[in-house]
């Protein structure tokens, strides 16, 4: 059993797995989860699926960056988002190494329901203790 990388403290198998498989996520911040997870994994296909249509990139400047390890997500806040919201936002931290060493991507990320699926719609990057 291998622990989910977005740190839910649950097993892959019962937390992003499913969404990566295309059960919709019952919240913003699940998806955020699964699409954190999605990174560490490669999987960019269902980074790209879980874009909305109106902001999405081509699928191939999704593809994984070489040389960058995914080590931890830390969620800062989450503003609506739920089960009968139809917009959400998700603030996280993102820590990863390099071949130069350990950094940190902060974002405000935008989510809404499109066909009744939660969707990553944009995101504000923020430097380290910008409120």
């Given at each position: 059993?291998?622990?989910?990388?977005?740190?839910?403290?649950?097993?892959?198998?019962?937390c992003?797995?499913?969404?990566?498989?295309?059960?919709?996520?019952?919240?913003?911040?699940?998806?955020?989860?699964?699409?954190?997870?999605?990174?560490?994994?490669?999987?960019?296909?269902?980074?790209?699926?879980s874009?909305s249509?109106?902001?999405?990139?081509?699928?191939?400047?999704?593809?994984?960056?070489?040389?960058?390890?995914?080590?931890?997500?830390?969620?800062?806040?989450?503003?609506?988002?739920?089960?009968?919201?139809?917009?959400?936002?998700?603030?996280?931290?993102?820590?990863?190494?390099?071949?130069?060493?350990?950094?940190?991507?902060?974002?405000?990320?935008?989510f809404?329901?499109?066909?009744?699926?939660?969707?990553?719609v944009?995101?504000?990057?923020?430097?380290?203790?910008?409120?």
């Amino acid at each position: 059993m291998t622990r989910c990388p977005c740190r839910s403290g649950k097993n892959l198998s019962v937390c992003c797995q499913p969404l990566h498989r295309g059960k919709p996520a019952p919240t913003a911040e699940a998806l955020m989860r699964a699409r954190y997870s999605a990174y560490v994994l490669g999987d960019v296909a269902f980074l790209h699926k879980s874009w909305s249509r109106a902001t999405r990139p081509p699928k191939k400047l999704l593809a994984a960056e070489t040389g960058q390890t995914w080590l931890g997500l830390d969620i800062l806040q989450t503003l609506q988002g739920g089960a009968g919201d139809e917009t959400g936002v998700v603030e996280f931290v993102a820590h990863y190494q390099t071949e130069t060493g350990k950094a940190s991507l902060r974002e405000v990320s935008r989510f809404r329901r499109e066909n009744g699926r939660w969707v990553y719609v944009d995101g504000e990057h923020r430097q380290e203790g910008e409120a």
